[in-house]
């Protein structure tokens, strides 16, 4: 059995595409995963499997919550590697941004000088935009626009959801 971690996008906010981490845990069980725990409601999962988890998921999803989400799915080894590779972990947790992308990311620089202040810093490396943003991201053009910034579906979390699933790995 290998360990995944699980990214989910768009769910549980603000009353829309509700998905209870706390009844998705049997569910998974009942379907043959092991040694299930997540992270607040938000959609961060980690499990073992046998094989690449995300269609197995996604149809379980449907089929039990009515809902299809974005689902971003790194092995433990991808992880690690995502985390050991932000140019920015010297700084607060809170101010450091991975943006797994879904597919192949392009970066659309016009955009990007459009959006991105100077305070912020970004890398884009394997398919995940790092962001420091020391003036938080909550009235960021440049995380607003992100998605078309990059091209494609992007799930988000800061570095302190990111350290917490580390710790949990």
Same mark, same amino acid.
């Given at each position: 059995?290998?360990?995944?971690?699980?990214?989910?996008?768009?769910?549980?906010?603000?009353?829309?595409?509700?998905?209870?981490?706390?009844?998705?845990?049997?569910?998974?069980?009942?379907?043959?995963?092991?040694? #299930?725990?997540?992270?607040?409601?938000?959609?961060?999962?980690?499990?073992?499997?046998?094989?690449?988890?995300?269609?197995?998921?996604?149809?379980?999803?449907?089929?039990?919550?009515?809902?299809?989400?974005?689902?971003?799915?790194?092995?433990?080894?991808?992880?690690?590697?995502?985390?050991?590779?932000?140019?920015?972990?010297?700084?607060?947790?809170?101010?450091?941004?991975?943006?797994?992308?879904?597919?192949?990311?392009?970066?659309?620089?016009?955009?990007?000088?459009?959006?991105? #202040?100077?305070?912020?810093?970004?890398?884009?490396?394997?398919?995940?935009?790092?962001?420091?943003?020391?003036?938080? #991201?909550?009235?960021?053009?440049?995380?607003?626009?992100?998605?078309?910034?990059?091209?494609?579906?992007?799930?988000?979390?800061?570095?302190?959801?990111?350290?917490?699933?580390?710790?949990?790995?």
């Amino acid at each position: 059995m290998q360990k995944f971690v699980i990214l989910f996008r768009g769910i549980n906010v603000g009353g829309h595409n509700k998905l209870p981490m706390k009844s998705l845990v049997p569910i998974l069980e009942a379907s043959g995963f092991k040694d #299930i725990q997540y992270y607040i409601q938000t959609g961060n999962v980690i499990l073992s499997s046998e094989d690449e988890p995300t269609t197995r998921i996604k149809k379980i999803i449907s089929q039990h919550f009515n809902i299809t989400p974005e689902i971003i799915t790194l092995n433990a080894e991808d992880f690690f590697q995502a985390l050991s590779k932000c140019p920015y972990l010297n700084n607060e947790g809170k101010l450091v941004h991975f943006y797994f992308c879904k597919n192949t990311a392009e970066l659309a620089m016009e955009k990007i000088e459009k959006y991105q #202040i100077e305070s912020e810093q970004y890398s884009l490396i394997n398919n995940i935009m790092y962001l420091y943003a020391p003036e938080g #991201i909550g009235r960021s053009k440049f995380v607003a626009n992100m998605e078309s910034c990059l091209g494609t579906a992007v799930t988000g979390r800061n570095l302190n959801t990111i350290n917490k699933i580390n710790t949990m790995l």
